[in-house]
């Protein structure tokens, strides 16, 4: 009997484009589906062997799904198609089990090796996208690159204060001040007290 599969995204040109990558002599398509409850309803009323879902998806995404799956449905299968390449998201799924990741602008032969390695009880994550997570897991934990002495007066230089009045209030020189702002924007990679801000609030430093 063909494996049969399940697609999950909620965007439908891209179940039509998948659906179409597929091999019909080798898969069957159960159904393709644009929401994740929907998804639960099909695992309800049938027999499912692999799931190719999205990460990103309105009301309950797709990490949420995963749970359920796992939770209801242990045999299953589950490819992650998603545009996602962030650290923390590939991981959170490899904790949660999945079987593949790739990412969405992937060859179509990412897909078919990912299902061959299905059929073989290993694990797939695409080339380009083991790459990228090697570069990045190199990367030093951004707001870790910054000493709390930095932190500080980051917090200040979101505040608009001046460096004089930075100085004033730390009770420092505004040479060391200035010295201080000079390696928070290098270290940051920020160039604008704009950029800083916006670092600033998406890693929680202030």
Same mark, same amino acid.
């Given at each position: 009997?063909?494996?049969?599969?399940?697609?999950?995204?909620?965007?439908?040109?891209?179940?039509?484009?998948?659906?179409?990558?597929?091999? !019909?002599?080798?898969?069957?398509?159960?159904?393709?589906?644009?929401?994740?409850?929907?998804?639960?309803?099909?695992?309800?009323?049938?027999?499912?062997?692999?799931?190719?879902?999205?990460?990103?998806?309105?009301?309950?995404?797709?990490?949420?799904?995963?749970?359920?799956?796992?939770?209801?449905?242990?045999?299953?299968?589950?490819?992650?198609?998603?545009?996602?390449?962030?650290?923390?998201?590939?991981?959170?799924?490899?904790?949660?089990?999945?079987?593949?990741?790739?990412?969405?602008?992937?060859?179509?032969?990412?897909?078919?090796?990912?299902?061959?390695?299905?059929?073989? %009880?290993?694990?797939?994550?695409?080339?380009?996208?083991?790459?990228?997570?090697?570069? !990045?897991?190199?990367?030093?934990?951004?707001?870790?690159?910054?000493?709390?002495?930095?932190?500080?007066?980051?917090?200040?230089?979101? %505040?608009?204060?001046?460096?004089?009045?930075?100085?004033?209030?730390?009770?420092?020189?505004?040479?060391?001040?200035?010295?201080?702002?000079?390696?928070?924007?290098?270290?940051?990679?920020?160039?604008?007290?704009?950029?800083?801000?916006?670092?600033?609030?998406?890693?929680?430093?202030?």
């Amino acid at each position: 009997m063909n494996n049969r599969i399940l697609i999950v995204d909620d965007h439908k040109v891209l179940v039509d484009g998948i659906k179409n990558i597929i091999p !019909k002599e080798q898969y069957q398509i159960i159904a393709g589906v644009t929401k994740a409850e929907e998804a639960l309803q099909v695992l309800h009323d049938t027999e499912i062997d692999i799931l190719i879902t999205d990460i990103r998806m309105p009301t309950m995404n797709g990490i949420e799904l995963i749970k359920e799956v796992k939770k209801h449905h242990p045999k299953i299968k589950i490819i992650i198609l998603s545009m996602s390449d962030e650290k923390s998201t590939v991981l959170d799924c490899i904790q949660l089990g999945v079987n593949a990741y790739i990412t969405k602008n992937m060859c179509h032969n990412d897909l078919s090796v990912a299902l061959k390695h299905l059929k073989e %009880d290993k694990f797939y994550l695409s080339n380009e996208l083991a790459g990228i997570l090697v570069r !990045k897991v190199n990367e030093p934990d951004r707001p870790n690159m910054l000493t709390p002495r930095e932190k500080e007066i980051l917090a200040l230089i979101v %505040d608009e204060l001046t460096n004089r009045e930075i100085a004033e209030r730390l009770f420092i020189s505004e040479r060391t001040v200035e010295s201080h702002r000079k390696n928070i924007y290098r270290k940051t990679g920020q160039e604008s007290l704009v950029g800083l801000i916006k670092f600033a609030l998406e890693y929680s430093l202030v």
